[in-house]
C-alpha cells in the first residue's frame, strides 16, 4: 500500500549498462528474483556500504572485490540475505563470484555480490548458478524495470528514476533503481541501490559525487530505524557519453551532482512511500539549530518515534508526543520557550505549550493527509536538516510477524 507512489513510467538506456533478469528460485516462485548488472570495460564504480557491525557476507566479498579490481559484473538475489553465515556464507558468495566469472571470462574480483531477503539461512548457491547462462545470454541495455522488480522483497512497488542533462553540448543520462521497504535505516547507507551514469568520471571524483549524494538522499531516511546488515549503494560511470567531469571542472561538476542527487532523493523518498504498512509519508524538517548535528539529532528523535508515527497513522494531532521527542533529543539547555513546533502550517507549540490560535480542527485537518509535513523551530542558531519517514500502522507488524513463515 504504497503512498502516492507509482512504477517509474520510463527509465533511460545507460551506453555501456546491460541487464538481465532470471527466475532462480531462491525463495520466491514464480517471479525474478536475479538480476545480473553488466559494465562497459574501464568503467568506474563506487560504492558505499552499510556500517553494521554484521555485516553480510556479500558486502564483505563486494568490499574486498571493489578494492582490488575495476568490476564488470553486479551479482544480486533476492529472497536470501546471506548474512549471519559466518565462513560459510563468505565461501558461498565467493563461489558465486568465480562461477559467473568463468562463464563471463573475467576475474573473480571483477564481479560484486549483493543479496538481500532473510537473514540466517544458507544460501542456495546452486539455484543461483544454475541461473547463470540465462543471465548472460539476456543482458540487454533496457531492463532497468525488470532489474528493479527482481530485486524486491517486501516492497510492493518498483523503484526507480531518470534523468537526461546537457553538458558540453551532449546529453548525459542518469539511470537509479533501489529496493527497501522495511528494516530501513540507511546509515552510510533492507535498502540496496544502483545508479549509473555514461558521463566520465575519474574513479575518486566518483566516491565525492556518491558522498554527498547520499548525505542528502538515503542518509535521511527512516521507517523503522533498523540499519541492515545488507545496505549497499552503488554509482557507475561508463564514461560512454564522452563527456569527461574532471575533479576541477565545476561547470560540469555542479549540475551533474544536482541531477545525481535528484534522483537518489527520487529513490530515497520511493523507499520511504513504500515502506511497509505505510499509510503516511512525512517530513520532518528541523531549523534554528545551534549545529548541525543538533539539528539531525532532533529530526530523527521525531521521525524514529514510534508514538509519534502512531499518531499519523491513526490521523490523531497528539503535538505531545512530538514535543516530548524533540525534549529528549539531548540537546543542551534547550529554552523550551523559544520553541516552535508545526503540523504543515499550523503552529502547535510555542512559548512552551499549545500555541493560542491553535484549535484541534486544524491539527485534524493536516493529520487526514496522506503527505505531512513537521516542522521544529529551536530557534538557537542557523542550522537545519530534514528527514523522510513513514506512519507505523497495524499492517507493519503483520507484514514483519509473517515475513519467515
Known amino acids: 500500500m504504497a503512498v502516492g507512489l507509482q512504477p517509474p513510467a520510463q527509465l533511460l538506456p545507460v551506453d555501456g549498462i546491460r541487464l538481465s533478469v532470471v527466475a532462480a528460485g531462491i525463495r520466491y516462485q514464480g517471479r525474478s528474483d536475479l538480476a545480473l548488472i553488466e559494465m562497459a570495460p574501464d568503467s568506474n564504480v563506487a560504492a558505499v556500504f552499510t556500517r553494521n557491525a554484521f555485516r553480510a557476507a556479500p558486502i564483505i566479498v563486494a568490499q574486498r572485490h571493489l578494492a582490488r579490481a575495476a568490476p564488470r559484473y553486479l551479482l544480486i538475489n533476492a529472497g536470501n540475505a546471506n548474512s549471519g553465515t559466518g565462513k560459510l556464507g563468505l565461501e558461498d558468495a565467493i563461489v558465486c563470484c568465480q562461477k559467473l566469472a568463468e562463464r563471463a571470462g573475467c576475474g573473480r574480483d571483477e564481479v560484486l555480490p549483493f543479496s538481500t531477503g532473510v537473514i540466517g539461512q544458507r544460501l542456495p548457491t546452486d539455484k543461483l548458478i544454475a541461473a547463470f547462462p540465462a543471465a548472460l545470454e539476456q543482458l540487454v541495455p533496457g531492463a532497468w524495470q ?50 549509473a551514469t555514461d558521463a566520465a568520471i575519474p574513479r575518486a571524483l566518483l566516491r565525492d559525487l556518491l558522498h554527498e549524494a547520499v548525505e542528502a538522499s538515503f542518509d535521511r531516511i527512516t521507517v523503522d530505524g533498523d540499519t541492515s546488515t545488507n545496505d549497499a549503494c ?88 512530538i514535543l516530548a521527542a524533540v525534549g529528549r533529543a539531548g540537546i543542551e539547555a534547550l529554552a523550551i520557550e523559544r520553541v516552535e513546533i508545526f503540523l504543515d502550517q499550523v503552529c502547535v507549540v510555542r512559548q512552551g505549550g499549545v500555541a493560542g490560535d491553535y484549535t484541534e480542527a486544524k491539527g485534524r485537518r493536516v493529520m487526514i493527509k496522506t503527505d505531512i509535513a513537521i516542522g521544529v523551530d529551536l530557534h538557537r542558531g542557523a542550522h537545519a536538516f530534514h528527514v523522510w519517514t513513514s506512519d507505523l500502522s497495524y499492517d507493519y507488524v503483520r507484514i514483519n510477524a509473517e515475513y519467515r513463515s
Open 146 to 195: 525488470l532489474a528493479a522488480t527482481a530485486i524486491m522483497t517486501t516492497d510492493t512497488v518498483a523503484k526507480g528514476a531518470s534523468r537526461t542533462l546537457i553538458l558540453d553540448g551532449k546529453p548525459v543520462v542518469i539511470t537509479g533503481i533501489a529496493k527497501g521497504a522495511g528494516m530501513i535505516r540507511p546509515d552510510m547507507a533492507t535498502m540496496l541501490a544502483f545508479i
Open 234 to 321: 552503488v554509482l557507475i560511470a561508463t564514461g560512454k557519453s564522452d563527456v569527461v567531469i574532471e575533479a576541477g571542472s565545476a561547470e560540469f561538476r555542479a549540475p551533474l551532482q544536482s541531477a545525481l542527487t535528484e534522483v537518489m532523493v527520487e529513490l530515497a523518498q520511493a523507499i520511504v512511500r513504500d515502506a511497509e504498512g505505510a499509510t503516511k509519508f512525512i517530513t520532518v524538517d528541523v531549523c534554528g539549530a545551534a549545529s548541525a548535528e543538533e539539528a539531525r539529532r532532533t529530526a530523527f528523535a521525531i521521525a524514529h518515534s514510534p508514538l509519534v508515527k502512531i499518531a499519523f497513522f491513526a490521523s490523531d494531532p497528539n503535538w505531545g508526543r
